[in-house]
T-cell receptor, first 110, second 118 residues
Framework: QKEVEQNSGPLSVPEGAIASLNCTYSDRGSQSFFWYRQYSGKSPELIMSIYSNGDKEDGRFTAQLNKASQYVSLLIRDSQPSDSATYLCAATEYGNKLVFGAGTILRVKS | GAVVSQHPSWVICKSGTSVKIECRSLDFQATTMFWYRQFPKQSLMLMATSNEGSKATYEQGVEKDKFLINHASLTLSTLTVTSAHPEDSSFYIC??????????????FGPGTRLTVT
């Protein structure tokens, strides 16, 4: 069974710090990886996608992928209270259905 | 780009009635749409994959006769919850892929529909 594992948290960081969110996946056939942010009562919002080993940066967000270790991470620099949300990691094999992790709750304290 | 809408955003219905939820891709044509359900403090659960012009593929444990999915056009998929019961109360979310985007594996989510069955 294909699985994506995340620490449920909550992960608490002070405002301005770097938040580090981690995710592992079981299916070596997974090719595409995504980070979604979900605010309470809202639907998920895509914030990062990554397909190749290494780092991908977009503004304050950096996604890291290590296929050998089956590990994906998301770094949020200069964390803001508005970043407080649940972050969902997801993986897919060649565009088939997404397999979601249970999500990590992030709390940024001002 | 890649905007997905849902209607209604919330609905309250009586037990035994049916409810239809619409999912539209507003600025792209979606050959594939996905329907999810999310209970409070739980992650998303994929219910079915909807392909335009063909029957939906349901996940194990999802009753296809209860959750009817129709994907009649490249911009519209509908989910009908038939004979709804209180245990069907949940947050239903659709997503769509834009096959013409370079990052075509990305799924874009609609805002969700909160269903309450009394």
């Amino acid at each position: 069974q294909k699985e994506v594992e995340q620490n449920s948290g909550p992960l608490s960081v002070p405002e301005g710090a770097i938040a580090s969110l981690n995710c592992t996946y079981s299916d070596r056939g997974s090719q595409s990886f995504f980070w979604y942010r979900q605010y309470s009562g809202k639907s998920p919002e895509l914030i990062m996608s990554i397909y190749s080993n290494g780092d991908k940066e977009d503004g304050r967000f950096t996604a890291q992928l290590n296929k050998a270790s089956q590990y994906v991470s998301l770094l949020i620099r200069d964390s803001q209270p508005s970043d407080s949300a649940t972050y969902l990691c997801a993986a897919t094999e060649y565009g088939n259905k997404l397999v979601f992790g249970a999500g990590t709750i992030l709390r940024v304290k001002s | 780009g890649a905007v997905v809408s849902q209607h209604p955003s919330w609905v309250i219905c009586k037990s035994g009635t049916s409810v239809k939820i619409e999912c539209r891709s507003l600025d792209f044509q979606a050959t594939t749409m996905f329907w999810y359900r999310q209970f409070p403090k739980q992650s998303l659960m994929l219910m079915a994959t909807s392909n335009e012009g063909s029957k939906a593929t349901y996940e194990q444990g999802v009753e296809k006769d209860k959750f009817l999915i129709n994907h009649a056009s490249l911009t519209l998929s509908t989910l009908t919850v038939t004979s709804a019961h209180p245990e069907d109360s949940s947050f239903y979310i659709c997503s769509a892929r834009d096959p013409w985007r370079q990052s075509s594996y990305e799924q874009y989510f609609g805002p969700g529909t909160r269903l309450t069955v009394t």
